[in-house]
């Protein structure tokens, strides 16, 4: 029969602090590092898929989109390229699989604009990966510049033509 190693608590906090290392070297090591490395959260444009909109020739309502079911949270990427954020990148839990997927979807299909402060590991590892938002006031600056055109993109389902795509089907 195999023995377990026991452990000495004792010891184990021992080796923590070993090499010289205090409790104030280590807070001293933690405070010099860049406020980006230190970040616990991000300023980041966040909204909801629409519930419905037409699609097609025939106008016929769908709800959500392929990848997203309605009112999926998204978390969207600052504009990637110069389409006038009529595309965007963004973040969000797929409809079926329910994992977080990365993909481009136009800004019609995104409601309920807001900012906020996100904490999320996931969220924040992507987005500093993917040259993402970050918890700069510049970054929220422009988030707020941005929320004062932004709902004016959303597709707004206009009721007659809702009417006529009924009637007609």
């Given amino acids: 029969m195999l023995e377990r190693p026991t452990y000495n608590v004792i010891d184990w906090i021992k080796n923590i602090f070993s090499k010289g290392k205090t409790v104030a ?44 079911s ?24 797929h409809r079926k699989t329910r994992k977080n997927v990365c993909i481009v979807i136009p800004a019609k299909l995104i409601t309920n604009w807001r ?13 500093k990966t993917q040259y993402g938002w970050t918890n700069k006031d510049n970054d929220k600056e422009t988030i707020l510049e941005m929320l004062k055109w932004l709902p ?5 389902l206009v009721w007659p033509v809702f009417i006529a795509v009924i009637l007609k089907g």
């Fill in 115 to 127: 900012l906020q402060k996100v904490y999320r590991p996931y969220i924040l590892n992507v987005m």
């Fill in 70 to 93: 309605p009112n999926t949270k998204v978390y969207c990427f600052p504009p990637k390229w110069g389409d006038g954020y009529e595309k965007i990148k963004v973040i969000g839990r």
């Fill in 25 to 68: 070297n280590i807070k001293t090591e933690i405070d010099n590092q860049p406020l980006e490395d230190q970040s616990k959260f991000i300023w980041c444009l966040v909204g909801n898929i629409v519930d419905e909109h037409p699609t097609g020739i025939d106008k016929e309502i769908k709800r959500g989109t392929k990848h997203f």
């Fill in 152 to 156: 004016s993109r959303t597709i707004k």
